[in-house]
């Protein structure tokens, strides 16, 4: 798959926040976001998802594999997405298991039938250091744990695009390594990731964009 935006032009609160981005994102390489905050990356990786509409520009996934050798538009970039936010996602009285059984059912497609939604859960639960904590409820849980727990939804249901906003917000440098290392592992098994993010990520292969705060007008 690849992902374009073409000529994207985005607005907050009637004020331009980013104005005329392109890029095209192929399978297997990521993106990352830099800027101060306010510069719109926020807005930019919602607008990506379908969550905020451009006030003019294009977002589109392309399947270039299609069975006719050409290049065809697939689907709605968010059918083929994670987006993790600001918030965690996740639901303080259940448990961290029943917190991912319920995204990896609610997300799941035919890409996910080779697993059971109990080994998604398990496998997701170990890579991100939450396995003792299975059955403890989100409620019970420090602010670091809760941030993994929302960033191992991206491990229990397929989806080629992940879209991280500040992902690492309240992650040790530990759990930041094991973040990364899984987009990494997305990326080689030809994902997609765009990351926005203040801090320096070891993500391979990826190219960053630097947006610029847009001041006010008088």
């Not at 690849?2 to 907050?12: G, M, S, T």
């Not at 997405?81 to 609610?106: P, R």
């Not at 801090?199 to 960053?208: M, T």
Request: aromatic letters at 4%; glycine letters at 12%; charged letters at 20%.
């Amino acid at each position: 798959m690849q992902l374009v935006a073409e000529n994207l032009v985005l607005e907050r609160g009637n004020r331009k926040v980013a104005n005329d981005v392109s890029f095209t994102l192929e399978g297997g390489s990521g993106l990352v976001l830099t800027g101060p905050n306010g510069s719109g990356k926020s807005t930019l990786l919602r607008a990506l998802a379908g969550y905020l509409r451009p006030a003019s520009g294009s977002v589109r996934i392309l399947d270039v594999s299609g069975s006719n050798g050409g290049t065809g538009e697939s689907c709605e970039v968010g059918e083929v997405c994670h987006f993790v936010g600001h918030l965690d996602g996740i639901k303080s009285h259940l448990t961290a298991a029943e917190n991912l059984t319920f995204w990896a059912t609610y997300l799941s497609d035919k890409a996910d039938s080779g697993h059971s939604v109990a080994h998604r859960v398990y496998d997701a639960l170990e890579v991100f250091a939450l396995d003792a904590l299975a059955d403890i409820p989100a409620g019970y849980m420090s602010a670091g744990q809760k941030r993994r727990l929302g960033l191992a939804r991206l491990l229990v249901a397929h989806r080629p695009l992940w879209l991280l906003d500040e992902p690492t917000v309240s992650l040790d440098t530990g759990s930041a390594d094991i973040l990364v290392k899984a987009i990494n592992r997305h990326l080689r098994d030809g994902g997609m990731a765009i990351v926005a993010t203040h801090l320096p990520l070891a993500i391979e292969p990826a190219r960053g964009i630097s947006l610029v705060r847009k001041e006010a007008q008088a």
